[in-house]
């Protein structure tokens, strides 16, 4: 094993100078960070503490009463579609329905937040004021990507420290300004997809952001994830949460460990992606242009069709259907530029931390599907936008063109889709309409010869629907 800055050899840093460095170099030198006079250094950042608060409770079981009956118009024939995993089956576009404002729907807020008025603000903590902005003058150029081989292989260990790339000739001014950009967290979700995990990191780590931690959270894993990852970047944080929590409250780990970290933002990245190496980059920058910003995502392409575009951000027609944008459209560039999107998907969505203090992080209700777009949703109800990057590229290996749902996918998609239109009060037209497509689907599985091989399906969606009117929710019990 080589030298390591600061222990010795040639990263020691001592009285005793190389004649070669410049004398002003010497004076701007920091003793608390040890740097190694070579083309990768790995540069430490003093660390932050932070009291840490426990999550509020959940909230209690919701009864099937409609209790809004003042429900938006709805076109005739409007209907549920069922959902795939990752987001729905495409609809018709339109505005996003009338979201009332009302304080009771922030799943895990620690504590009352301060409201803003007038224009959205994007927090309250002292120090987001004295955030410097870089003009993006040192961005680097976006480059075209069709060859997916080239963006793994990153030998180097990510970051319980701060992960950097240095050239020959930088400066510790230039040290500093790179430790200035805004602290992001990306918080990896895995439960027995080893190989994906470690193939994430390694396109994340090919040109890894100035000012980054990498945590890997493990939901019990039966094939070695927590080791292999240990192994394999030893300086990567490792969390095992003792169990299958579920996405959103696996993720709420995460994001309480980032609250700790004082982040300003985290980025939720499924393990079996690959990404851009500079897509990070491209939503800070974004981020920090507009604060009104509460969620970005970067544009979706399929893994197996790299040129195919899988998500160019979550809409909701006026009938509470959800539908991902220019999903199975071949990228000629018509989403080339960034635009507000009502959700995005939560294969990878960037989340400002100012905003999870206000209104809460994930519901573990929904345990898995939806809970991204009820968490955008609370967000816009507090006054904040969403935003897709473009410039910011990403390739998700699930949800393929042939993909085909599970009975478990089936009721979950069902119950918490039935769960976020009450939730957020869309009112007795579309609540009863979704139940009506899931009726006619049920009939259609019983009755119909073709579909009568649906009957695993045809039971798991029957049970999504009696959970729902029990106020049953959390982990599904198959």
Not at 31 to 49: F, T
Not at 278 to 303: M, W
Not at 393 to 414: N, Q
Request: aromatic share 6%; net charge positive.
């Amino acid at each position: 094993m080589g030298d390591r800055p600061g222990r010795g050899g040639a990263g020691r840093a001592t009285n005793h100078r190389d004649h070669r460095v410049p004398a002003a170099r010497r004076q701007r030198h920091r003793p608390h960070r040890a740097l190694a006079q070579c083309p990768d250094r790995l540069v430490q950042e003093p660390g932050h503490r932070r009291r840490t608060r426990q999550p509020g409770r959940l909230h209690g079981a919701l009864q099937c009463l409609l209790d809004d009956p003042r429900a938006p118009g709805l076109p005739a024939g409007a209907q549920h579609l069922p959902r795939a995993p990752g987001g729905a089956r495409r609809g018709r576009a339109g505005a996003l329905p009338a979201l009332p404002r009302h304080r009771d729907l922030a799943a895990g807020a620690s504590r009352p937040q301060p409201e803003h008025g007038g224009a959205a603000h994007p927090g309250h903590r002292a120090f987001d004021a004295r955030r410097q902005r870089l003009d993006g003058g040192g961005r680097q150029r976006h480059r075209a990507h069709h060859r997916l081989g080239r963006l793994g292989g990153h030998p180097a260990g990510g970051r319980v420290l701060v992960l950097r790339r240095c050239r020959d000739g930088d400066d510790a001014a230039a040290e500093g300004d790179a430790l200035s950009r805004p602290r992001v967290c990306v918080l990896i979700l895995n439960r027995d997809r080893r190989e994906d995990t470690l193939a994430c990191l390694s396109s994340l780590l090919a040109r890894p952001y100035a000012n980054l931690d990498v945590v890997v959270l493990d939901n019990a894993s039966s094939d070695g994830t927590a080791a292999a990852v240990r192994a394999a970047y030893p300086r990567i944080q490792v969390i095992e949460t003792g169990g299958n929590l579920g996405y959103a409250a696996g993720n709420n780990v995460g994001l309480e460990w980032a609250r700790r970290q004082e982040a300003d933002y985290a980025l939720l990245l499924n393990e079996d992606t690959i990404v851009d190496p500079d897509f990070i980059s491209h939503l800070v920058d974004a981020a920090q242009a507009r604060p009104e910003l509460a969620f970005l995502g970067p544009l979706v392409y399929h893994y197996s069709e790299p040129e195919v575009i899988q998500s160019a951000g979550g809409m909701i027609a006026p009938d509470w259907r959800t539908f991902h944008r220019g999903q199975n459209e071949r990228d000629h560039g018509q989403y080339a530029r960034p635009s507000e999107a009502d959700w995005v998907s939560g294969c990878a969505i960037f989340m400002r931390m100012s905003v999870v203090e206000r209104i809460g992080m994930l519901d573990p209700a929904f345990f898995i599907y939806s809970e991204e777009v009820d968490w955008c949703l609370r967000a816009r109800r507090a006054g904040f936008l969403g935003l897709v990057v473009p410039a910011a590229r990403i390739w998700h290996k699930g949800v393929r063109r042939d993909y085909a749902p599970s009975p478990r996918v089936t009721y979950l998609s069902a119950r918490n889709h039935l769960r976020l239109l009450h939730k957020h009060r869309a009112g007795a037209r579309a609540l009863l309409g979704a139940m009506a497509g899931d009726l006619r689907t049920l009939a259609s599985w019983s009755i119909r010869p073709r579909w009568r091989d649906q009957r695993a399906h045809r039971d798991a969606l029957a049970r999504a629907m009696v959970d729902f009117c029990r106020g049953s929710f959390g982990p599904p019990p198959f």
